[in-house]
């Protein structure tokens, strides 16, 4: 079995990382690390310094921490001789990402980027769907609220955070993970709230690199409806839709529903993790990445006021 170590303990490591990896038979759990007192069935550090110096046998590392710490944590886990899990996004720029990939390759170990949407139960079938088609846009809206999620996390909004991204990234993932070519960044609106520095909504306009499809993107963190909107509509030029909802536990093709499996995303995030272990693989897919940081860097900034909301 492969002994892991889950680094960070906050809402999403208890509900999705720490659950999937109770039921896997590849992992064993042997300690946690975490700034902030919890309680586990396993020895918890509140440093990663301090899991180093214990005498503990580790294999790997899933780092579930927020997005700027990831590149120091996964360094020094890499030079500790650990595989490591980046929840995601991996990193905050490409060029992070890329020195943990030569880390990783010098000392032999697997990095991989978990982008747990593209393990969604819709997303086989999709892939069966899509390239029969001919698809002539592709619209977004992917519109929640922060504080249910992510609740009391100032870390969302700081300098140098995702803000609403920290979201709308599993969409671009799915995005991208189907697309038959390059995803191309065209504009973007951002838009922040109060003195946050972090956006919290966002327009998006993309297209396809070789055919010009069009694709534009609605993201929201201060989604007020009592439900989230998880959806992806892919229009063919027949007139017929495909629509993944829920962020990828539904899927339609025009008014038909079709019957997807359980949804098990972070149960397929870490057979692969396991698989690319074995095989002596890294996985570093940073489309969706490159997507966010040329909206960050090239978008237009405005007031929340003058954000125009279509919930």
Same mark, same amino acid.
């Given at each position: 079995?492969?002994?892991?170590?889950?680094?960070?303990?906050?809402?999403?490591?208890?509900?999705?990382?720490?659950?999937?990896?109770?039921?896997?038979?590849?992992?064993?759990?042997?300690?946690?690390?975490?700034?902030?007192?919890?309680?586990?069935?396993?020895?918890?550090? $509140?440093?990663?310094?301090?899991?180093?110096?214990?005498?503990?046998?580790?294999?790997?590392?899933?780092?579930?921490?927020?997005?700027?710490?990831?590149?120091?944590?996964?360094?020094?886990?890499?030079?500790?001789?650990?595989?490591?899990?980046?929840?995601?996004?991996?990193?905050?720029?490409?060029?992070?990402? @890329?020195?943990?990939?030569?880390?990783?390759?010098?000392?032999?170990?697997?990095?991989? #980027? $978990?982008?747990?949407?593209?393990?969604?139960?819709?997303?086989?079938?999709?892939?069966?769907?899509?390239?029969?088609?001919?698809?002539?846009?592709?619209?977004?809206?992917?519109?929640? %609220?922060?504080?249910?999620?992510?609740?009391?996390?100032?870390?969302?909004?700081?300098?140098?955070?995702? *803000?609403?991204?920290?979201?709308?990234? %599993?969409?671009?993932?799915?995005?991208?993970?189907?697309?038959?070519?390059?995803?191309?960044?065209?504009?973007?609106?951002?838009?922040?709230?109060?003195?946050?520095?972090?956006?919290?909504?966002?327009?998006?306009?993309?297209?396809?690199?070789?055919?010009?499809?069009?694709?534009? $993107?609605?993201?929201?963190?201060?989604?007020? #409806? $009592?439900?989230?909107?998880?959806?992806?509509?892919?229009?063919?030029?027949?007139?017929?839709?495909?629509?993944?909802?829920?962020? @990828?536990?539904?899927?339609?093709? *025009?008014?038909?529903?079709?019957?997807?499996?359980?949804?098990?995303?972070?149960? *397929?995030?870490?057979?692969?993790?396991?698989?690319?272990?074995?095989?002596?693989?890294?996985?570093?897919?940073?489309?969706?990445?490159?997507?966010?940081?040329?909206?960050?860097?090239?978008?237009?900034?405005?007031?929340?006021?003058?954000?125009?909301?279509?919930?």
């Amino acid at each position: 079995m492969i002994r892991i170590a889950v680094i960070g303990v906050g809402q999403i490591a208890r509900q999705q990382h720490l659950p999937a990896l109770e039921n896997d038979p590849d992992f064993t759990i042997v300690a946690a690390v975490s700034p902030v007192p919890v309680a586990l069935d396993v020895p918890v550090f $509140a440093t990663l310094a301090e899991l180093r110096q214990c005498d503990l046998m580790i294999d790997a590392v899933a780092l579930c921490t927020p997005p700027a710490l990831r590149y120091g944590l996964a360094h020094e886990a890499l030079a500790s001789g650990w595989h490591v899990l980046l929840e995601k996004p991996p990193t905050v720029t490409r060029s992070q990402a @890329g020195s943990l990939s030569r880390l990783a390759d010098d000392r032999g170990l697997t990095l991989f #980027a $978990a982008w747990h949407s593209v393990y969604a139960a819709s997303i086989p079938v999709l892939r069966e769907i899509l390239p029969a088609l001919s698809i002539e846009r592709v619209t977004i809206a992917w519109k929640e %609220n922060a504080e249910k999620w992510h609740p009391g996390a100032d870390w969302l909004w700081r300098d140098g955070a995702l *803000g609403v991204f920290d979201a709308g990234i %599993n969409a671009l993932s799915i995005l991208c993970s189907l697309s038959p070519e390059v995803i191309l960044y065209d504009t973007a609106l951002l838009s922040f709230h109060g003195d946050q520095r972090a956006p919290s909504q966002v327009r998006l306009a993309m297209r396809g690199s070789e055919t010009g499809l069009p694709i534009s $993107a609605e993201f929201d963190w201060r989604h007020e #409806a $009592a439900s989230e909107i998880w959806e992806i509509v892919w229009y063919a030029g027949n007139g017929e839709t495909v629509i993944l909802s829920e962020g @990828g536990a539904r899927l339609h093709r *025009g008014s038909r529903e079709i019957v997807l499996a359980e949804a098990r995303e972070y149960a *397929g995030v870490y057979r692969h993790f396991a698989a690319l272990i074995r095989e002596g693989r890294s996985s570093l897919d940073l489309r969706a990445l490159d997507l966010v940081t040329d909206a960050l860097a090239f978008g237009t900034r405005q007031n929340p006021q003058r954000y125009l909301r279509t919930n």
